[in-house]
């Protein structure tokens, strides 16, 4: 086993041996709310929204956006488990703001193996071993080139989706990995206030 897997599973017996009452939480969030944010290992929604096991929903992806994937499970966090109110958090220094969708299928089309990030923000491919592939060129890999632009557009895809109630509240805001503030996006806020009930 590698070191990585060793902690993991140490960590995990120490968390086990307190796990207590941990045992009888509900499904549904306590707090009826969901997260959807970036899966960068900066963030921590439970301690920037002063989150415990069993409080709320949070759905990471690779910049916090709004991808198929993440709507489906924003509409079952209502439809089955009773959220009322989402978060769209994306943050500063996203590593989705270096790329665009044609950069990172060049880089996949090169080679599979993982990309060097150079200092003025472009990317070396690892090489030419011929593993990569053009199955990159068919997704949509939701780059960002203005924050504040992708959570309006994320929290507006929301709440005019089909499968969105119009009562459910969406906030906008961006996570500053330098002083772990949320910074509300208005414009993102007031597209996401409830339209009818």
């Known amino acids: 086993m590698s070191q990585v897997v060793n902690e993991v599973l140490a960590a995990n017996t120490a968390y086990a041996a307190t796990f ?9 969030p306590a707090k009826h709310f969901a997260i959807l944010t970036c899966m960068d290992a900066r ?20 910049g916090g956006r709004l991808s198929d994937d993440a709507i489906r499970s924003l509409v079952i966090s209502h439809k089955l488990l009773g959220t009322q109110e989402w978060f769209v958090i994306h943050h500063t220094n996203c590593g989705m703001e270096f790329f665009t969708d ?10 599979l193996d993982t990309a060097t990030l150079n200092a003025d923000g472009t990317f070396t491919p690892a ?10 060129y068919f997704m949509k890999w939701l780059t ?24 459910i509240a969406i906030y906008g805001y961006i996570y500053d990995v ?5 910074n509300e996006v208005h414009r993102a806020t007031e597209i996401g206030k409830p339209i009818r009930r």
Do not use: W
């Not at 439970?46 to 690779?62: F, Q, T």
């Open 20 to 28: 207590g009452d941990k045992a009888n939480l509900a499904i549904p």
């Open 43 to 62: 963030l921590d929604p439970a301690k920037y929204a002063g989150l415990s096991e069993g409080d709320a929903h949070v759905i990471r992806n690779a």
């Open 102 to 111: 044609d950069i990172i299928s060049k880089l996949l089309g090169n080679d």
């Open 127 to 136: 090489g030419q071993s011929g593993t990569g592939s053009t199955e990159g």
């Open 144 to 167: 960002i080139s203005n924050q504040e632009e992708s959570v309006a557009t994320d929290v507006r895809r929301i709440r005019f989706h089909p499968l969105v109630p119009g009562y």
């Open 178 to 182: 330098k002083t772990g503030k949320l």
